[in-house]
């Protein structure tokens, strides 16, 4: 990864709005890593990641500028709660299931960047398989004895040179019509696998076919299907069979250790308020468990081992009812960058109306205009819809940058319900300040101050 801090910044000011401390605290731990693998190995053991807490209120970006650094870089990733984990000897998730689902993550990402390299010969192999089906049908098993699958028995009948012969030319004129597209609506039957069953166990799928070491024949089924789909689960089949596993799972597990990155949310719900009783126990004991990960240690993995020293942590919470010195500690050491995000304002509302290539404006318009419906957002109504949503936000619970997606809602309710008529005509709808404050009244109505007086 060889961006630099102001250019990683750059790329999250694409999709993000304000928050630049977090940005620029993101982008050095990121760049940290490249300076890191440039530099000697002996002193390289001895870098570890500054691992970094982000405090701030829900909504304000804490979540999308961790996964969007994630992708940037295309690195492992995973976002999980903290909630969600309970202290060893309760009924819950292990803290240990973070890096085997990271793991995880990383085969799949791996997996498919070596499934893109094969593609083009996967391609060819699937087509060439597609003409033999066409020609001679699903091989069937023929093996009724057990013993057949263990001792290789194989039993096929001689096929003379004229079979031979015509099977070849008929298997010509097949391929010239694979390729011609003149017969991709035709049934054929194909030969696909059942996937093994699978156990749940402490949270974790394991395939029996994995605990018998894939000593029992695969069980296979005859699927009749289409030629165009024939052709997709063939090619999956033969990039399957190209792809060198162990070389996956290499490549995986060493990402995983060196590039991975977790990011803990809600991690203020496990602070404990210092009573040392109740719930609070529990709590600590959360802090507790995770604090190894943290800190560096291994996982043990179905791909193998996976040490964390290297991984980056980001945690976050809002902190509004406890403080990050409730956190234990040993915990606190190991999250020594802190980054305060900013509640977001009216600007920050109207830029991230218009700025972001994913901004919402864009996303109804290209929505509505599936249903011929073209939407014009008039500079007076972005001003008017992140007003509304500051007005919500301040009279209700303050939920950031997702108030709008409630607002937007509102706004198309009607517009969204009616359209998609085969017999409704293209049309244009310009929404400005006016269409906003008629179909947002509730949101742009004063707050009622007369509870707040005893």
């Not at 009924?91 to 498919?112: C, F, Q, Y």
């Not at 600007?347 to 939407?375: G, K």
């Amino acid at each position: 990864m060889e961006l630099t801090p102001r250019q990683i910044v750059h790329e999250l000011d694409r999709y993000i709005v304000g928050q630049e401390e977090a940005k620029k605290a993101v982008a050095i731990a990121l760049r940290n890593r490249y300076r890191r693998s440039r530099v000697e190995e002996s002193l390289r053991e001895e870098i570890s990641p500054k691992n970094i807490l982000m405090i701030g209120p829900t909504g304000v970006g804490k979540t999308e500028i961790a996964r969007r650094l994630a992708r940037l870089v295309n690195a492992p990733f995973i976002k999980v709660e903290a909630t969600k984990f309970t202290e060893v000897g309760y009924v819950g998730r292990d803290v240990e299931s973070i890096i085997r689902d990271l793991t995880e993550n990383a085969i799949r990402m791996v997996r498919r960047e070596h499934e893109e390299r094969v593609m083009p010969r996967a391609r060819v192999l699937a087509e060439d398989a597609l003409a033999d089906l066409l020609v001679k049908g699903p091989k069937r098993s023929n093996a009724s004895n057990p013993l057949d699958y263990f001792l290789g028995r194989q039993k096929e009948s001689p096929v003379s040179q004229e079979e031979t012969t015509a099977l070849a030319r008929r298997k010509d004129d097949i391929r010239g019509q694979l390729m011609r597209g003149e017969i991709e609506e035709n049934e054929i039957e194909i030969e696909v696998e059942d996937e093994m069953p699978t156990l749940e166990v402490g949270g974790n799928s394991i395939s029996l076919g994995d605990m018998m070491g894939n000593m029992m024949p695969r069980k296979t089924r005859i699927r009749h299907v289409k030629v165009r789909e024939a052709r997709k689960i063939l090619t999956e089949q033969e990039s399957a069979k190209l792809i060198d596993n162990d070389a996956v799972q290499e490549e995986a597990i060493r990402r995983t250790e060196q590039n991975g990155i977790v990011f803990i949310d809600e991690i203020d719900k496990i602070a404990s308020s210092g009573g040392g009783h109740g719930p609070d126990v529990s709590r600590e004991g959360v802090q507790r468990d995770i604090l190894p990960i943290v800190e560096g240690c291994t996982v043990n993995t179905k791909y193998g081992a996976v040490k964390t020293d290297f991984m980056l942590f980001i945690a976050a919470g809002a902190f509004h009812v406890s403080k990050v010195s409730d956190l234990i500690p040993e915990l606190q050491g190991r999250f020594p960058v802190h980054v305060q995000l900013k509640s977001l304002t009216r600007d920050d509302f109207e830029r991230i109306l218009t700025e972001p290539e994913n901004a919402l404006t864009r996303q109804y318009r290209a929505l509505l205009e599936v249903d011929r419906v073209l939407l014009d957002f008039e500079p007076s109504a972005i001003t008017a819809i992140a007003q509304a949503a500051c007005n919500a936000n301040d009279s209700q619970e303050d939920i950031g940058a997702r108030r709008l997606h409630a607002i937007f809602e509102e706004l198309l309710e009607d517009i969204s319900f009616n359209a998609g008529d085969e017999n409704m005509p293209p049309f244009a709808l310009k929404i400005d300040e006016t269409y906003v404050e008629e179909h947002l009244a509730a949101e742009n109505r004063a707050p009622d101050l007369k509870k707040y007086i005893l």
